[in-house]
């Protein structure tokens, strides 16, 4: 069985170690740098507050062991506030790991409007549901990075290599296609 660490520091990590274990995977949390050194065949950063993680990833010595594992090739999926993480640029900030080819804008749908569901084509698997929580978009990626799902003409899922990440939170979804697709990315 393959095993995703996931990053269990803030936010929405329980949900998709649930969502890990119901497309078939094994999980466990990473919270420090023994958890990062595990064995795994691929890591998820959730949802929840970037500023935040990004803090906590530079206090417990995980920022730049983590960037370099995903430099190697680790394979990874962001959602949402794991999208403004791995984004190369952030419309008015600083980024964060950097190692992904695309601009984010965070909160990029105004307080009203913050959070609503909807449902789109993602990828090849069809169209899915698609919780958006205070969430960024992609206003722009480079010519690498294969854009897997657009909403309203903002992009909202995007691959480059093995680095996955979506603006939508697929682990509180009953349906698994997100999470069955970055294990096929996770490949032995
Ligand atoms: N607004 C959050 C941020 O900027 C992301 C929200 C989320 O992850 N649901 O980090």
């Known amino acids: 069985m393959k095993k995703i660490g996931v990053l269990a520091l803030q936010g ?19 919270r420090n740098s023994a958890g990062l050194r595990r064995e795994m065949d691929g890591l998820i950063l959730p949802g929840g507050e ?49 190692t992904m080819g695309i601009t984010a804008v965070r909160n990029a749908y105004g307080r009203q409007l913050g959070s609503f569901e909807c449902a789109a084509e993602f990828a090849e698997c ?23 799902a657009e909403v309203e003409g903002r992009i909202v899922a995007a691959r480059e290599g093995r680095q996955l990440v979506t603006a939508f939170h697929p682990e509180l979804c009953e349906n698994t296609a997100v999470h069955r697709y970055f294990l096929e990315m996770c490949g032995r």
């Open 12 to 30: 929405a990590f329980l949900e998709h170690e649930r969502a890990v274990s119901a497309a078939g995977a094994e999980a466990f949390e990473i």
């Open 126 to 148: 069809g169209e899915i549901p698609m919780r958006f929580i205070r969430a960024p978009y992609i206003a722009q990626v480079e010519r690498r990075v294969t854009v897997l």
């Open 50 to 98: 970037s500023t935040v993680m990004g803090k906590l990833l530079r206090e417990l010595g995980l920022f730049e062991p983590l960037r370099t594992q995903i430099l190697e090739g680790l394979p990874v999926f962001g959602t949402c506030a794991g999208l403004i993480l791995l984004a190369q640029e952030i419309t008015g900030e600083r980024p964060y790991l950097g």
